[in-house]
């Protein structure tokens, strides 16, 4: 009598044990959060969006860039739970009460174009591997008098999408991606389907003009400051990492979960960098040299006439 199982018949049992194992999961966590108080289910079910928590299931491998250090891994954990904050400032330089809430919309030190950028930059350069005349803030071409039946369309000569790569959906047309990386706890942001609403604005924005004009195809990255990602940023990441899995060589699952380890890791940093940040007017850069007023009047010497004793 043959001994060994059907592969077959194990591995379907295995996988229907795994589902099994999953829906209990799921439905454990939903009771848990039902429990809790209406704030803190907020922040939890932040946290359980896909590839929020990322940077804490991974193992903390400094040379992969997946490590915060102590300081910064306290406050993420305190950021997740919408736990107090130690040793923050009461007031902002920009006159404000200091808080969470302020400190990731204070446009003071330039924090939100810079988490904005991190997202716009990773992305680009991904994209470089896989597509085409990739370039960051590409001019569109000038509109000379077309008019659109929207009017919400951007129309200025000076209009840039983020991203453009050719050959990301379709071959030979160009791809135009727009990102916008919102705080969920603002209070415009906390009714609805904030992701849709932020998609649907950037559409209506570029999409007409990308589609009539340039003759391309218009895809809003809509992504949470704690690495949530809405549904056509979501379609999006899982095409890069397909086509990133094939030029690689390496597994879609693996490139996956590498591709959202990179975009938490970058939206954790930037929400702690909102918060731990300088805003100080001393570090902004409040005098310039005129460098060839300077080396004229004082006869600075060219490296090359320099003696060295
Ligand atoms: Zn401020």
Redesign the pocket.
């Known amino acids: 009598m043959d001994q060994n199982p059907d592969p077959m018949i194990t591995a379907t049992a295995k996988r229907d044990v795994r589902a099994l194992n999953r829906a209990e999961h799921a439905q454990q966590a939903n009771d848990v959060k039902d429990k809790l108080p209406s704030d803190l289910k907020h922040h939890a079910d932040l946290a359980s969006e896909k590839g929020a928590s990322s940077w804490l299931s991974v193992i903390p491998i400094g040379t992969h860039g997946f490590q915060l250090h102590k300081g910064d891994f306290r406050d993420a954990l305190r950021l997740r739970y919408n736990w107090q904050l130690s040793n923050i400032p009461k007031t902002?330089?920009?006159?404000?009460n200091?808080s969470v809430d302020?400190?990731m919309i204070?446009h003071?030190g330039g924090f939100p174009t810079i988490r904005h950028n991190e997202i716009r930059d990773i992305t680009a350069s991904l994209l470089t591997e896989v597509c085409h005349n990739v370039a960051t803030e590409p001019p569109l071409q000038p509109l000379t008098g077309k008019l659109f039946s929207a009017r919400s369309v951007n129309t200025s000569n000076h209009a840039r999408p983020d991203i453009r790569a050719r050959g990301f959906w379709n071959n030979h047309q160009d791809a135009f991606f727009d990102v916008r990386v919102f705080y969920p706890n603002a209070p415009s942001n906390r009714s609805g389907d904030a992701y849709r609403r932020h998609e649907q604005a950037k559409k209506r924005e570029y999409g007409q003009r990308v589609r009539e004009i340039e003759r391309g195809v218009f895809t809003p990255l809509v992504l949470s400051t704690w690495g949530g990602m809405g549904k056509e940023a979501a379609t999006f990441y899982k095409r890069l990492a397909d086509l990133l899995s094939s030029k690689r060589q390496n597994p879609y699952p693996a490139v996956m979960g590498w591709l959202r380890c990179r975009l938490s890791f970058a939206s954790i940093r930037s929400a702690i960098m909102c918060i731990r940040g300088s805003?100080s007017s001393l570090h902004r850069p409040v005098y310039m040299d005129n460098i060839n007023l300077v080396s004229q009047e004082g006869r600075v010497p060219p490296p090359e006439y320099i003696i060295h004793l």
Request: hydrophobic letters at 35%; a positive charge.
């Open positions: 902002c330089n920009c006159g404000a200091f302020h400190a204070c003071m805003r």
